[in-house]
């Protein structure tokens, strides 16, 4: 994998997100939402990706986590977390079809009455293994276009705002 599909996947395997950020702003206001997302990855982030550096760097093998957790406290506690992590990451998977589901709800309510959100959710289930099966080459291509898909309405809002901004100097310059 070449780097610009590294980081594309990279991207949406670490920055999705917990489920119901949406509702911070919301419910917390501006100014508590902003101080959240600032603290968070000092308190969380930071002391983690520090702890998985320096525990790679001093035990490369592969498996990360569980062999750590073996090599540090056995077999048995290794076996627990490997576990752990395999019913981690399913609940997690879980969600995003659920959570596709929810949104597309929310765009075409109709599209997702009765049975039909749920076809939508297995839809999104193998089109998800379909995309993995084809590769690591594939995915990070993929993310690497989804990636696009998803900062340009930022893109065209910036855009948007840069022109009014200049259109709105434009006139400024004119009238003075």
Same mark, same amino acid.
């Given at each position: 994998m070449r780097l610009l599909p590294l980081?594309?996947?990279? $991207?949406?395997?670490v920055s999705g997100g917990p489920y119901g950020i949406e509702d911070i702003i919301g419910k917390a206001g501006y100014g508590r939402a902003m101080l959240l997302f600032l603290l968070i990855p000092l308190v969380w982030s930071l002391p983690t990706s520090l702890m998985v550096g320096e525990l790679a760097?001093?035990?490369?093998?592969?498996?990360? $986590? $569980?062999?750590?957790?073996?090599?540090?406290?056995?077999p048995f506690?290794?076996?627990?977390?490997a576990w752990l992590s395999l019913a981690a990451s399913i609940f997690d998977m879980a969600i995003y079809p *659920?959570?596709?589901?929810? $949104?597309?709800?929310?765009?075409?309510?109709t599209w997702t009455?009765?049975?039909?959100?749920?076809?939508?959710?297995?839809?999104v289930v193998i089109a998800s293994a379909v995309w993995n099966l084809?590769?690591?080459?594939? *995915?990070?291509?993929?993310?690497?276009g989804m990636f696009c898909i998803l900062l340009s309405p930022f893109a065209i809002l910036v855009a948007a705002a840069l022109g009014k901004a200049f259109a709105g100097h434009a006139i400024q310059s004119k009238v003075d």
């Open positions: 980081i594309g996947a990279t $991207y949406f395997m760097a001093a035990i490369p093998e592969e498996g990360g $986590y $569980y062999q750590w957790v073996r090599r540090a406290l056995g506690w290794g076996f627990q977390e *659920v959570t596709f589901v929810l $949104y597309l709800s929310r765009i075409a309510p009455e009765g049975y039909r959100g749920t076809l939508w959710a297995l839809a084809l590769g690591a080459k594939a *995915v990070g291509e993929g993310s690497v």
